[in-house]
């Protein structure tokens, strides 16, 4: 840093952002930003959750644990404002074999030795950012919770809520209507759930869908699976011995990093950038061709930068 007089000094931590190098000795190291109120909120965090952070490590926590308590205790992986109804579901059964919580799915027993491995997850606020890839991944990823327990997964359901979709004739001339990006949600969760299970070979028997304003811009995406297994089966997400090696498979953490998880702890408003007032650039055509046979074999189409949502097939 260049002080107004012409004369140079050495770089100090209050020269720098948070997240700034400081070059000390040859080496890089990195700053951390001071935990304020702010800094707090913008984790998803209450005053009352960072209260009790404090209590448990007995002291202020630092960024990156900052980071760690904000996943961990997010909606995704947490379920806190559900888990107490959640917790008024009867769980205990002689036919149970892995139970509510246990392990990535629940397992129950059907007789003749078999079982059933079941599961169901809601990705609502991805689906509301990206309905296609939303849905899509939501449904991925209880596919994974089933054959993890070392079943075959072999048929899908799902439960959605969308905002209105008819209105008046006028609306859909209206690039600002509500009722576009109720269609565009809709289409786009629909498309997303049946490309991934047709992907697996997994049929989606069934299903619900309710439309009401309550949902606008803010849909409820709810996906089940089923999957079968023999009692000797069962797997578990437990290793024991020494020596065991571990790997790791899958691409890289996202651009989001660490607040994927923790966006599902924020609350979709006429405000936010997904609001059902937002511009949706692909509505009209989406909703047209969202059921058309693509004309490449790439599906879903590239995304659309500017848009973040994906582009109708030409």
Not at 109 to 134: R, T, W
Not at 254 to 273: C, H, I, K, N, V
């Amino acid at each position: 840093m260049r002080p107004s007089d012409g004369a140079t000094r050495k770089a100090t931590r209050k020269d720098l952002k948070p997240g700034r190098r400081l070059r000390q000795g040859g080496k890089h190291k990195m700053t951390e930003p001071v935990i304020t109120p702010e800094l707090v909120a913008q984790h998803n965090l209450t005053p009352e959750e960072y209260e009790k952070i404090q209590g448990i490590l007995g002291r202020e926590p630092s960024y990156t644990e900052l980071g760690v308590f904000s996943v961990m205790w997010s909606e995704h992986c947490s379920y806190k404002s559900t888990r107490p109804l959640l917790k008024t579901f009867p769980v205990k059964s002689p036919r149970i074999l892995v139970g509510a919580g246990e392990e990535n799915a629940g397992v129950l027993d059907i007789g003749d030795g078999l079982a059933i491995a079941f599961k169901i997850e809601s990705h609502n606020h991805p689906s509301a950012v990206e309905p296609f890839q939303g849905a899509a991944t939501g449904l991925g990823g209880i596919l994974r919770d089933i054959f993890t327990m070392g079943a075959r997964p072999v048929c899908a359901m799902d439960s959605l809520r969308f905002g209105p979709i008819t209105d008046e004739p006028s609306a859909i001339r209206n690039p600002q209507s509500a009722i576009l990006g109720n269609r565009r949600l809709f289409a786009g969760v629909v498309s997303g759930v049946a490309h991934y299970g047709n992907c697996f070979g997994i049929p989606t028997l069934a299903g619900e869908v309710y439309f009401d304003k309550s949902y606008e811009g803010n849909p409820l995406v709810n996906v089940f699976c089923l999957g079968v297994l023999r009692h000797a089966q069962i797997a578990r997400g437990a290793a024991r011995g020494l020596g065991n090696p571990v790997f790791y498979v899958g691409p890289a953490t996202g651009r989001d990093g660490l607040a994927g998880a923790a966006f599902a702890s924020q609350d979709l408003t006429e405000a936010s950038p997904t609001g059902s007032a937002a511009p949706c650039k692909w509505a009209i055509l989406s909703w047209k061709n969202s059921f058309a046979k693509p004309a490449s074999n790439s599906w879903p189409p590239a995304p659309s930068p500017a848009s973040r949502t994906w582009a109708p097939p030409a």
